[in-house]
């Protein structure tokens, strides 16, 4: 890649879980193939002194470049009124880098399961 990542910041719902699906291009907006890739996301502290939690990560369509990510309520339930995420791609040759970075802002949900 050997560019910025991208900025993409997102807004969850407190106690929800929250899916995205991100699709990755090379610098040259060719669509990446993602076989035998690892992607990683996590949600840290501002101040990165601590993980808040990972989202959960399926590679749904490599050839196409499609991940689906997850927050799960679990995570989305203890987010501060802010903090940071990431997504790491990691090559097949051990190659890591940083495809997308934002802030996390969350909505404060009320309805919860009895």
């Known amino acids: 890649m050997a560019v910025a990542p991208a900025t993409y910041n997102i807004r969850p719902q407190r106690r929800a879980d929250y ?5 990755f291009r090379d610098a ?4 990446m193939n993602l076989t ?5 996301a996590s949600v840290w502290q501002t101040d990165r002194s ?9 590679v749904a369509t ?4 499609e991940v689906a ?13 802010e903090a940071r995420w990431d997504v ?15 802030i996390v802002r969350p ?8």
């Open 107 to 114: 909505s404060e949900g009320y309805t919860v399961p009895a």
């Open 36 to 40: 035998g890739w690892t992607v990683l």
């Open 69 to 81: 990510l997850t927050l799960p309520y679990t995570v989305t339930a203890v987010l501060p009124s």
């Open 28 to 31: 040259a907006g060719v669509v």
């Open 88 to 102: 790491m791609l990691v090559a097949p040759s051990g190659l890591r880098e940083y495809y997308v970075e934002g």
């Open 62 to 65: 490599p050839t196409n470049g």
């Open 19 to 23: 899916p995205l699906t991100l699709k």
């Open 50 to 58: 601590a993980k808040i939690g990972d989202f959960t990560v399926t």
